[in-house]
């Protein structure tokens, strides 16, 4: 099986994006499916994750992303408005190895990732 993220691009500040995480070969309705990102000289970080029916967000980008699931399409979205230049990253969709809630930002609980998407957020 397979994640796929695409979407990403350069955008100004306070523009918006949308990323895609496409699945092939399971269903994504079954898992926890999580975004993560990782910034130059920095450690990744988990951004938003969907089990469930639950969404999680993380502080600095609460209120301004939001994830979203369509089953009919087995992909999961990010909707990212008001980006910033601190949004500047590689994006990556993953699978949850097991049903996880709370532990979402650890991403030693993931054991599937997509090949991310470069987000660049500059004027």
């Known amino acids: 099986f397979q994640l796929q993220a695409s979407g990403g691009g350069l955008v100004q500040p306070g523009g918006s994006l949308r990323l895609s995480c496409a699945a092939s070969g399971f269903d994504l309705d079954d898992y926890g499916i999580g975004w993560f990102r990782q910034a130059p000289g920095k450690e990744r970080e988990g951004v938003s994750y969907?089990?469930?029916?639950?969404?999680f967000y993380a502080n600095s980008v609460k209120d301004r992303f939001t994830i979203s699931r369509d089953n009919a399409k087995n992909t999961v979205y990010l909707q990212m408005n008001n980006l910033k230049p601190e949004d500047t990253a590689i994006y990556y969709c993953?699978?949850?190895?097991?049903?996880?809630?709370?532990?979402?930002?650890?991403?030693?609980?993931?054991?599937?990732w997509g090949q991310g998407t470069l987000v660049t957020v500059s004027s």
């Open positions: 993953a699978r949850a190895s097991r049903l996880i809630f709370s532990e979402w930002r650890n991403s030693p609980n993931y054991a599937h």
């Open positions: 969907i089990n469930v029916g639950r969404k």
